[in-house]
């Protein structure tokens, strides 16, 4: 195979019609659909992992609205360079073409100064932005540009997505088609692709690349037979990234400090964004500690800002003593399973009413209609505490918060006991 274009690029859709995938936005009558073919797109955000086609989607808005297309990567470019391309558009303005779209891939790791940059062309209508993520915009995106954009979550690719993109990859791909590929078994290549289309072909192109002959059977060994032998440490770019943090987080979870260090040293030497690591171990001393230990989060935070402030090479030593701590510390899920629990139960119940005792009480007339009325104030009381209903009359008795067996949690639980009784004995 003589091509030095890859795969993925080769295969990629110059079309909606062509585009597999995000049907929720893109198909038929979907919102964005709507959108592009109405001809009017206001500046757009894309969310997703990496290889389920945010890139291609910009470059089909474009050249379906017959827009310029400028595109810029958040890794290699600065305010200098958005600044230039801002000005390519202006002077665009004075022949009454319509305004060019701007993309940014990564756009989360634009810095405050350079996203500040992108706010006025945006808000004049210079550029319509498309910016690629795949970080919480809510995290990464600066206020005002995050409002004057529209968010869109694309999705992992499903299995048939997925396998749609083989047969295409074998039955029209230039070079691959003079080839007889036979894909005999699916499940390793969709497992190592996670759901990515760009990884699928890449994995399809190393193992067809790896065979002789005009005949490839492709079967589940040899792709995982492969991919050992050829494994990369950390693709920064995104390939790996959702893997190894995936395997970050969870040896953190299962308490072994040596596996924790080992894929945290994995990140680092790949050169992942020290922020992205460290609001992980935020979210994880929450999530997964939590009230075993309260001590978690206040670590991980103080990690978050002397990392962020400190950076590499020794920022990695303040990531290390966190990963170790939180690894050795108790583990409880309850504040986790107590939100989502809550959450469910007001899904599934609505908006109850507040009892009145416990209403707000501003004015004569709300005093009249019984609100704040019978309220016991907690410090007037021995021990600080006096029994009452503070949840709706239709869901009193449930039980949102369990404490788990740990030392901490334990005590908790002594404490909640003595002081409601029964409620707390389970």
């Not at 500040?116 to 540009?145: K, M, R, W």
């Not at 504040?335 to 989502?340: D, F, K, Q, R, T």
């Not at 006096?386 to 404490?415: C, V």
Request: hydrophobic share 40%.
């Amino acid at each position: 195979m003589a091509n030095l274009i890859p795969l993925a690029e080769r295969l990629r859709p110059k079309t909606l019609d062509d585009y597999i995938g995000q049907e929720h936005l893109v198909g038929k009558g979907a919102v964005l659909r709507k959108m592009i073919e109405s001809g009017n797109i206001s500046s757009i955000l894309l969310w997703g992992p990496p290889g389920v086609g945010k890139t291609t989607l910009a470059k089909i808005i474009a050249n379906t609205l017959d827009r310029p297309f400028y595109t810029l990567s958040a890794i290699n470019s600065g305010v200098k360079d958005v600044r230039e391309v801002i000005e390519k558009a202006r002077k665009l303005q004075f022949f009454n073409n319509p305004n060019p779209i701007l993309f940014i891939d990564e756009i989360h790791r634009f810095s405050k100064s350079q996203q500040d940059s992108l706010l006025g062309a945006v808000e004049q209508g210079i550029v319509t932005l498309i910016g690629a993520t795949t970080e919480n915009p809510s995290f990464e995106v600066i206020s005002p540009l995050l409002s004057r954009c529209q968010v869109y979550v694309l999705k992992h690719l499903e299995k048939d997505g997925l396998l749609k993109i083989l047969e295409l990859a074998t039955k029209k791909d230039t070079d691959l088609k003079q080839q007889e590929i036979l894909i005999d078994e699916y499940e390793s290549l969709l497992r190592f692709s996670g759901g990515d289309a760009r990884k699928l072909l890449n994995i399809l192109e190393l193992v067809v690349l790896a065979e002789e002959g005009t005949k490839i059977v492709i079967t589940n060994e040899k792709v995982t037979e492969r991919l050992q032998s050829n494994q990369a440490t950390y693709d920064k770019n995104g390939e790996m990234h959702y893997d190894i943090i995936s395997a970050f987080i969870k040896s953190i979870r299962g308490s072994d400090p040596d596996a924790a260090v080992y894929w945290l040293a994995r990140m680092i030497e790949g050169g992942e964004d020290v922020k992205f690591i460290a609001r992980r171990l935020l979210i994880l001393a929450s999530e997964d500690i939590g009230l075993a230990n309260p001590n978690a989060l206040l670590l991980a935070q103080s990690t978050f800002d002397a990392a962020h402030q400190i950076g590499y090479p020794e920022s990695r030593i303040i990531l290390s003593e966190c990963t170790i701590y939180l690894a050795t510390s108790p583990k409880s899920n309850s504040a986790y399973e107590a939100i989502n629990t809550a959450q469910e139960l007001v899904k599934r119940t609505g908006n109850l009413p507040v009892p009145l005792h416990i209403r707000n009480a501003p004015t004569k007339l709300m005093k009249e209609l019984g609100y704040g009325k019978d309220y016991k104030y907690s410090h007037a009381y021995k021990g600080n505490f006096a029994e009452q209903d503070f949840l709706p009359e239709k869901i009193k008795t449930e039980r949102l918060y369990k404490p788990q067996n740990n030392a901490s949690e334990l005590k908790i639980k002594e404490r909640l006991k003595a002081w409601w009784g029964k409620r707390f004995d389970k």
